[in-house]
C-alpha cells in the first residue's frame, strides 16, 4: 500500500491558523495595553466595571481565535478527506488491476 500524501493546502491552512493565533495574542497584549491606560488615568474602576472589561477582550479577541479554530478544523478535515480519497483510490486500482 502507498504512503498518503498530505496536500500542501493542508500545510497552508495550518499555517494560516498559526497566523491568527499569533494575531490573537498580540490583541490581548492591545487590549491589556487599552485597559492599563484607562485604570491608570483613573477613568476606569477595575471593581465596578468588569463586565467592559470581559466584553472588550471577547469584542476584541474571539473573532481572531475562531478564524484560527475554524482554519485548523478546516485543515483535519481536508486531511481526512484525502486519506479516504486516496484509500478509495487505492482499492479502486486493486480491483480493475484483477
Known amino acids: 500500500m502507498k504512503v498518503v500524501k ?5 500545510y497552508v491552512l495550518y499555517a ?3 497566523v491568527f493565533l499569533c494575531i490573537a495574542t498580540f490583541e490581548i497584549f492591545g487590549c491589556y495595553s487599552d ?3 484607562l485604570i491608570d488615568s483613573n ?6 466595571n468588569m463586565t467592559f472589561i470581559i466584553s472588550y477582550y471577547l ?10 479554530f475554524l482554519l485548523y478544523a ?7 478527506l484525502n486519506e479516504v480519497h486516496q484509500v478509495v483510490y487505492q482499492m479502486a486500482e486493486k480491483s480493475t488491476d484483477k
Open 35 to 37: 485597559i492599563r491606560s
Open 59 to 68: 469584542e476584541h479577541v474571539s473573532v481572531y481565535f475562531g478564524i484560527a
Open 43 to 48: 477613568d476606569l474602576i477595575v471593581s465596578e
Open 16 to 18: 494560516l491558523a498559526i
Open 74 to 80: 478546516a485543515g483535519v478535515i481536508s486531511a481526512k
Open 6 to 10: 498530505t496536500p500542501s493546502s493542508v
